[in-house]
């Protein structure tokens, strides 16, 4: 009933997987740690790593119950990263992920990629971010969480990172959705995409529908 799998991306990542087993692992700093993810910059190998736990994708019921026909969120993220690369896009280098099931649900997942030094991305370089988001809608994909901290700027290069990276089937419409929610995170109007366009409405209409809905859900939880 129970079973495990593990995806290295070549053989050397097996060989950080035993040290990691054995806890030869050193923490440099913890990065996120909260209910939903705990993410820590390690060192193997005299190499830096970051280590991604999905804590509420691997404990929550529901999430559980839909990891039967989605698999882990470590692995999607793994695959993610090489579609990226593959793609021609930079972004993280995976190294290895596991998952374990049980009943055929993910009871426990990790993902460990290579550590990408650069600058988060900020209001500063939203030129270049909104080029890159361009590339990906042009190469008929969506980032998926197009977020500003989502990118990141190495040697005048853009980063994705933390994208879903899936094919975007909403065209113009998913497009503009993802250049508002990129406004969002510069927490002020910005004046790098269309906003006179159908799809641009739509999407705001969309946008302002979800922004209620989670306040609403927010206020339902309170008065449980």
Known sequence: NKMEKIYFSNNKSEEIYELFLK???????ILKNDNRSKVL???????KLVLKIPIEKNTKKWQRFISIF?????RREYFNCLKIQRSGFLGLTPVLFYEKK?????????LITEYLEGKIGSIENLEEISKELNKIHNFGFLHGDSQLPNFI?????VYIIDAKFQR?????????????YLEESCHKNIDIYNKTTLSYKIAKCLNSYLHWLGRMKKK???KE
């Open 70 to 74: 989605r698999g882990s969120e470590s």
């Open 41 to 47: 910059l390690i060192e193997i190998l005299n190499r």
């Open 102 to 110: 049980e009943c055929l649900m993910v009871k426990d997942s990790f």
């Open 168 to 180: 975007n089937i909403y065209g113009s419409i998913g497009a503009s959705y993802e250049f508002i």
């Open 23 to 29: 806890k030869k692992y050193k923490v440099l700093k």
């Open 220 to 222: 339902l939880r309170g």
């Open 153 to 157: 700027i190495k040697n005048e290069n």
